[in-house]
Structure formats: C-alpha cells, structure tokens
C-alpha cells in the first residue's frame, strides 16, 4: 500500500510521548509499505535531528513554524468556533505539500495521528482514512480549568468545549477512529457519533528499557517525564508539598530525583527542598531510572496511557500511580504496580517498597513481565494491522452488499 502519514510533532527522534506512538506506527508500516509522512517542526534543531526518519521512511515532508506566529494563530482562533490548537498545528507551507501530495498520488491509506492535524486530509480521497485520537485532547483541556486559576481556567473550558465538538465533527469524516487505551476509546464511543472505533495500545522498548545488574538506592524514589509539561508540573509540586515531607518524617534519608527536560523556575525552587533533586535535561534517562527504588507518577491530570510508567516497569523499577494515571496501563495493582489516590495512601505504598526489598523485587519481576506481555509494540501492531484489514476488508465487502442490493430490487 502507500500511505499518507500525517503527525502533530515531527516523530523523529522518538524522545517523547507525542512522537513515540506515531514513530512506531510508521517505522512498522514501513516493513510492508510505502509510507510518506508529513508533519511541522519548531526548531533548527529539530528539524536536524528529524532528517533521521529517513532511515524509517520512505518520503517525508517537514514544515519549519514558528513559535511567535503559531501563537498568534491560535489568539486569532479564540473569538471564533475553531479550537486555538488547531492554529498551533497549522502550516499554510504544509497544507500545500499535502495537497500536492493527494493531487499527483494516489493514497491507499491516509493515516492521522492526533486530531489537531486531522483538518489537513479531512477530505482527501483515499481507499481508506483512519484517524488515530491517541488521547482524547479535549478532556485533557477539561481537567486542566480544574487545577489553572481564573481566567486561565474560563479559556481552558471554553477550548475544551469547542476541541470536544471538532472531535465529534471529525470522527464523522474517517472510516475508522483509534486511541490509545480501551478508556479512551470508551470516551470516544460516548460521543455518539457512530463512528467506527478501535483501540491499540501504546508499546514500550524492552530491550533499551531493561533492568540493571547495578545496585540501587533503598532511600531514593525518582519521577521521569518532560517538565515543560504542566501536569507533570503540577503532580511534583503537589508531591513535594503534601507527600515528601511525610515520607521523611518516617524516613528522614529518602531523596527524590525530578528527572526531565525544561523544567520552569517553579519546578527549579523545587530543588531547594530537603532530599530533592532537579535535574534538567540529561542525555539518558535511565541511569536515574535505574538506581531509584521506585518511580512515583502522581499524575493529576492524565489522559491515556503515561508512557513514563511503561518504560520505569520495563525497566524493572516498581512504580506506586495514581489512579488516574494507572488508567492508561494495561496491569492490576497490587499485582504489578501500586496505586494511590490520597496522600496517606502513597506514604504507605512507597514506604512499603523502601522498607521490604522483597516486595520491591516482586514488583519488579511482576511489572517486566507484565509489560513484555501486554504492552509490546510488536503485538500493538498486531492489533493495528487486524484494525486496517477488517476495514479494507469492509469497504470491500461495502460494493458488493450494494450490487447484491441492486440484483434484488430488480
């Protein structure tokens, strides 16, 4: 087949959880067919390390935006019906190389990841056309006006009503829909669209995400994820006021390290606190990873599957989750991680792990396997592939019903 693969972020390289997903999905399809991807890029920087998805890819189309102009875009959007995300996506450069692409090509598959990009081949002529949510973005925008202050809180609202209502919209325009998790797409389904809808989960690397024959620090826990993103913002400062200093009430040695890149100032004075660690950026994550104890995702606001926690199980380290995070990660607590939804709750679970080196060690056998069984990037295509043939399959089955139709009323 040849494939049209449009993307939010440029999926190269996959360091990030919006670039994760659709860099598995191409470099998969790729095994067997011709895919060209089109996405947009916010730096020199990244589009030089993007030229990479050539090894993965057949043809790729890069548009360069800029910040200050996408901004722009999106207060354009803000009087108006339209969602502002859909302003920080576009790219008129874009938009025209797609367009030439759909005019002198002929697509068997038009594939999107992230509905914020799906207005570019909302209407293009394809065999099939499958738009893949991942997450729901609209929700996330509903549960971010709970945690911002007025009036960030009004305009958050008022994005996710208007995102929510383009959702609804652009699931009437494809053949099928995808997200992330079986939740996602139970959201999804509750729009009543009639659309059809599937799910496919989110894989993690088990082979660069292992477990480590160094040893580890009993007395240090660790959070991994990008902090220019703010409900990992949010969840660090809310564990660092109301959790840590029970923990080292109990356990005065226990040190946390906020591992990520971009941290604001807000998460900087972070590490003024007794035990706590900001990083930054750093080249590799898993070291940091490695030699915790534990990894804590105290998510309050999450939507989907956090990837963070996928690779911390792969890599053997025992993860204690919010209930709202751990909806996104196919496991059961206490089985295979442990999950909290007050603050008395996380104490006992991390101080339960720190304290016993063998429910750490039974975690940490339960979580790796757990993961090589239900979250493999190999069986996720699985899935996927099952997903485009029985849609190819029904659109074939689609002119036959109709001519057998025809015979019958003749």
């Known amino acids: 087949m040849r494939v049209l693969f449009v993307c939010h972020r440029f999926p190269y390289p996959p360091k990030r959880g919006g670039k994760i997903r659709p860099f598995n999905i191409i470099r998969h399809l790729s095994i067997k067919h011709e895919v060209t991807v089109a996405s947009i890029v916010r730096s020199e920087e990244e589009a030089s390390e993007g030229r990479d998805l050539a090894r993965h890819c057949a043809h790729y189309e890069m548009a360069r935006v800029n910040e200050p102009v996408q901004a722009l875009r999106m207060a354009a959007l803000l009087p108006t019906t339209s969602p502002s995300s859909l302003g920080y996506f576009y790219s008129g450069r874009l938009a025209r190389r797609i367009n030439e692409l759909l005019r002198t090509g002929r697509y068997d598959l038009v594939f999107v990841h992230c509905s914020s990009v799906a207005h570019y081949v909302e209407n293009a002529k394809a065999c099939l056309r499958i738009l893949d949510y991942g997450d729901m973005d609209s929700q996330k925008w509903r549960e971010y006006s ?8 009004l305009g958050y609202g008022i994005e996710a009503v208007k995102l929510e209502r383009e959702e ?7 053949d099928m829909c995808t997200a992330t998790t079986r939740g996602e797409c139970e959201t999804l389904r509750s729009y009543g669209t009639g659309a059809a809808t599937d799910w496919f989960p989110n894989g993690v690397d088990s082979d660069y995400f292992k477990p480590s024959e160094a040893p580890y620090d009993p007395d240090t826990i660790a959070f991994v994820g990008r902090m220019d993103y703010y409900p990992n913002q949010e969840c660090m400062s809310s564990f660092c006021d109301r959790v840590l200093p029970r923990l080292q009430a109990q356990r005065p040695s226990v040190k946390l390290d906020i591992v990520g890149a971009d941290p604001p100032p807000s998460v900087r004075r972070l590490a003024k606190l007794k035990g706590v660690t900001v990083t930054g950026s750093v080249p590799d994550v898993r070291p940091f990873l490695q030699r915790a104890a534990l990894m804590v995702a105290p998510l309050n606001i999450a ?21 709202l995070a751990a909806k996104g990660v196919d496991a059961r607590s206490p089985d295979h991680f442990l999950v909290a939804s007050a603050e008395d709750q996380y104490v006992t679970a991390i101080l339960g792990v720190l304290g016993n080196p063998q429910e750490r060690q039974r975690l940490s056998h339960a979580g790796r396997d757990r993961i090589l069984s239900h979250h493999a990037w190999e069986k996720s295509m699985q899935r996927l592939d099952n997903i485009i043939g029985s849609c190819l399959e029904a659109k074939r089955e689609r002119p036959r019903e109709l001519r057998e139709t025809v015979k019958e009323s003749q």
């Not at 709970?146 to 809180?153: E, V």
């Not at 939507?303 to 963070?308: P, V």
């Open 146 to 153: 709970r945690y911002k202050p007025f009036p960030l809180s």
């Open 168 to 174: 609804k919209r652009l699931a009437t325009k494809f």
């Open 303 to 323: 939507r989907g599957t956090q990837n963070k926690i996928l690779e911390a199980m792969a890599a053997g380290v025992p993860v204690v989750s919010s209930a």
